[in-house]
Structure formats: structure tokens, C-alpha cells
């Protein structure tokens, strides 16, 4: 995915871009107002990582001015702590989540993932793969054209594999997408639900990459 992190505190942005980057996005980055609202008219991104208090114009004036100029991406704004006004201001600017300084970096990227996962799913409901088509409205799989059933975790599964096709997800990552209200979900479980999809899907469809995950892509032909 393409990101835009706009932070005027040079530390704090480049730590934002490392992790970032560490999540195998593209990013960009801006450390004013005036830089952020020009590339965020002019450039497509996936997701916006938006401070406030930005120097030259200030973080909600630029969200307001990308909202009324119709760009529609997903921001998430970084509120100064405590700051609840910031936050109904950033939530009426048109921001689509907040998050208080000082944050976890570990949290912001998982309010990414589900702001992202949200965003793509908006923008479509059907996702193919060589021969496997899927369709998130309608829960349907079908394989060179013929449904294919799985239970409702194997279809949540596929479902990310699909959507960030070739990309390597992490147990982690799957587990959270398959349990997002359960605190106790154990990652390793996600091995036996991989291992049982596997069965089901075209050989080779599921890579897996030793010590980061798995990822979904088009078998070679004559399946290897
Ligand atoms: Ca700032």
C-alpha cells in the first residue's frame, strides 16, 4: 500500500516511515502543512497518517480542504494527549480514526491494517486469483468456475489472503483478522486453519514464507 505520513517532529516521523516501511508499505512523508495538503491533492495514497499540529497550515484545515477537493482517503490523525476536543475536531474534520501521543507503534499499525481492510473491502467485494474467485457479499468461493465450501474461518482467511494477494501476512496479522474481538487468540491455530485451506485451493496457492508467514499467489502453470 501507498502511504502519506505528515509529522513536523523529525524523530517521530522517521520512526513513523521505519515502521511503516517495516510493514512493506511505500511511504511518502511531509513535515508541514503546505508540503502534506499539496501531496495529498496531487498523489493517490491508500491511507493518510496525519498529525495536527503542523507548522505553515495546521492538520485539520489540510483534511478539511482534501475533504471539500473530494479526496476520500482513509486519514488517521495523531491528537496531542488528552486533547478530546482535537479528536471530535479531527472525527468532524473527516479523519476516520485518532490516536493520542505518545502511542504504540504496534497500535497504530493494526488501526492502519483495520483502516485499510476497511477501505479495500468498501472499494470492492470481489477478488480473483489465478482460478480462484471470491466474492466477500456473497461469502462465495469458486474454483475454475465450481463453489467451493469452506467454513466461516477458512473464508476470513482466504479473504485477506486475497485482498493483499503476493503480499506476506503474519500470523499475527491473520489471527487478529479472524478473532478481532477475542484478546486470548492464539496465533498458532492459524497454522491448522493455512493447513486445512491448502487442501481445498489449487496446489501452490499458499506460499509459506519461513519465520514472516504466508501469502497467497497464481500457481505456476502445470502447479508446482
Ligand atoms: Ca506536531
Redesign the pocket.
Known sequence: MRLLVV???PTLRGQLVQALQGAGHTVEQAGDGREAHYLGEVEDFDAVVL????PQIDGLSVLRRWRAAGRGMPVLVLTARGSWQEKVEGMDAGADDYLAKPFHMQELLARLRALLRRSTEHASSEWRCGSIWLDTRAARVLVDGQPLVLTSHEFKLLSLLMQRKGQVLSRTELSEHIYPQDEDRDSNTIEVFVARLRKKLPEGSIETVRGLGYRLVEPAAGGA
Open positions: 509529522e513536523d517532529e498529525d495536527l499540529g503542523l
